[in-house]
């Protein structure tokens, strides 16, 4: 294994720390200030005028690899670039490397139409749109995606799809024009990984209805958001089911393995940024008539948070390589291991941090507890904690 980044990988590092440097840090609390004022769905002036010089820049759509509009990057090279952009949360859409819509991108790209990707993915890949996937539904274990209940009928050259779907991420944004729908088409099939397809649904079809934003522990992740989302008697035309009828597992863990990496990539990166906070506050406070540095119990946390740290980045990469040489499905352990490890070093990192910051910590002054319920979402995103051990572990006992 090597993980030495090439000079191609180092000089995309160099050139993504100087935007950051520059443009991203500097604005922070900009953003904040942005989304405070009006109507708080609407998208920031700061990313908007941040995208061109991210395309001018040459840092634009980095997370697709062996593609014509991106980067061409392995994932093993995108890792360091990911973590950097992740230790801002919003930074990723700044240079179109956000989430759903890379997924629901590299979807389009994998299993979409001609048509398909001329009328969806070409607007995604400009940052001209955003995109949402309606995968979670409410009434069921999603943690088993076998159990989703909502329903995709054929009628004539039409799909009539009905159901409830939450905490689709982005549906609340004015700028989402399409959503991947996943729900049965075929539910009595032996097959249970069989019954599922996945559909293309257009925002402003009839019988879609946004019903709520569903706020993080009390973070409303505006202007992007996570919503709850109803479907009634939804047309859509037959040309849109994507690869065919009884295949929408089967696009749903081929979208979700680079999904899972890029989470623990940016993970890494919101990690880092709360041991440097946490250096920087624990150095500039002094308590019992010497700094909190120097107390015993802080350079205890300091040097674990480091060693965590350091660990989880090489699990992520050894994911990454594995990813890139023998494929998602062979790697399928690898991702396992870093979608527990990851969000559960963020989250022990990041309290910490608040801890160091005492009552500052726990206030908005500092982004520690947005960033502590950003990495805690992440332990059921994609897929729950126990889920991943559970599949560690059969793979561990099939040996």
């Known amino acids: 294994m090597n993980f030495e980044y090439t000079e191609k990988v180092q000089e995309l590092i160099a050139r993504l720390n100087a935007f950051m440097d520059e443009h991203v840090y500097p604005n922070e ?85 001609k048509e398909h ?50 905490w689709s991420s982005g549906g609340n944004d004015p700028r989402c024009k399409i959503f991947i729908f996943m729900g049965k088409s075929d539910p009595e099939n032996p097959n249970r990984h069989q019954q599922q397809s996945m559909i293309l649904v257009p925002r402003d079809t009839p019988g879609v209805t946004v019903l709520r934003h569903l706020p993080v522990f009390g973070f ?53 940024r709360a041991l ?40 992520v990469l050894n994911a990454a390589d594995k990813m890139d040489t023998v494929g998602n499905k062979v790697a399928a352990k690898e991702i396992a291991m870093i979608k527990v490890a990851a969000p559960t070093m963020a989250c022990q990192v990041i309290d910490w941090a608040i801890q160091a910051h005492g009552g500052g910590g726990v206030s908005d002054d500092f982004g520690l507890s947005y960033a502590y319920a950003n990495a805690r979402t992440l332990r059921l995103a994609d897929g729950p904690d126990e889920v991943h051990r559970n599949q560690i572990a059969k793979l561990e006992l099939r040996k």
């Open 117 to 166: 990707q001329q009328q969806w993915l070409e607007p995604l890949l400009n940052g001209e749109i955003r995109s949402c996937f309606a995968m979670t539904e409410p009434e069921v274990a999603s943690s088993d995606a076998t159990n989703i209940e909502s329903s995709i009928v054929r009628d004539g050259d039409e799909y009539v799809i009905n159901g409830r779907k939450w």
């Open 276 to 315: 440097e906070k946490m250096c920087a506050r624990l150095q500039a406070r002094v308590a019992f008539g010497k700094p909190v540095a120097r107390q015993t119990v802080w350079s205890e946390r300091i040097a674990e948070a480091r060693i965590m740290i350091d660990q989880t980045r090489l699990l």
């Open 29 to 113: 609390a900009r953003f904040m200030e942005e989304v405070a004022e009006g109507d708080r769905w609407q998208p920031t002036a700061i990313i908007e005028e941040l995208k061109p010089l991210a395309k001018e820049a040459g840092l634009w759509n980095l997370f697709l690899p062996e593609s014509e509009h991106g980067a061409g990057l392995t994932n093993l090279e995108y890792a360091p670039l990911c973590e950097i952009m992740g230790r801002v949360i919003w930074a990723p859409e700044v240079f179109n490397c956000n989430a759903p819509d890379t997924g629901n991108m590299e979807v389009l790209a994998r299993y979409g139409t």
């Open 220 to 272: 409303d992740d505006a202007p992007h958001g996570h919503a709850e989302i109803l479907f009634e008697n939804v047309r859509v035309p037959a040309s849109n089911m994507l690869l065919g009828e009884g295949r929408g597992f089967e696009i749903a863990q081929g979208r979700l393995g680079p999904g899972r990496i890029h989470h623990c990539m940016r993970l890494i990166g919101l990690a880092e």
